[in-house]
């Protein structure tokens, strides 16, 4: 992961849903790539739909950084039957939304967008 942008909280707002750790649908055309070796951290809901980070906040958690990352889980509040993981990827991922991505956010406003 790498810092991509910082945004006012103001702004953040109007973007953000009020409902933690449930799907929006974004309109957008993407592709976020994670190599190989990097880490990336996940998300699992119950039905086994897995959502990668792809950008952590600093609203909730104003000290929360990218060395927390790996023992997040520890902080979010999951729902029943959700999980959290950190991995080292052993081939890179790609993240495709073709006109649809699906996106949320944990209780600390990290995103999230499903594979």
């Known amino acids: 992961m790498n810092l991509r ?8 707002k109007q973007f953000m849903g009020s409902k933690q750790y449930t799907p929006n649908e974004i309109t957008r055309t993407t592709n976020f790539i994670y190599r190989v070796g990097s880490a990336v951290y996940e998300l699992t809901s119950p039905g086994g739909d897995v959502y990668v980070m792809q950008s952590y906040s600093q609203i909730v958690n104003p000290a929360l950084s990218m060395k927390d990352l790996p ?21 890179d991922l790609s ?10 956010q944990d209780n600390l406003s990290n995103s999230y967008q499903r594979r």
């Open 5 to 12: 942008a910082t945004i006012q909280l103001g702004l953040l």
């Open 71 to 91: 023992v997040l889980g520890e902080q979010l509040k999951l729902p029943a039957g959700w999980t959290y993981r950190s991995r080292v990827l052993d081939q």
């Open 95 to 104: 993240l495709v939304a073709n006109g649809i991505a699906y996106v949320l």
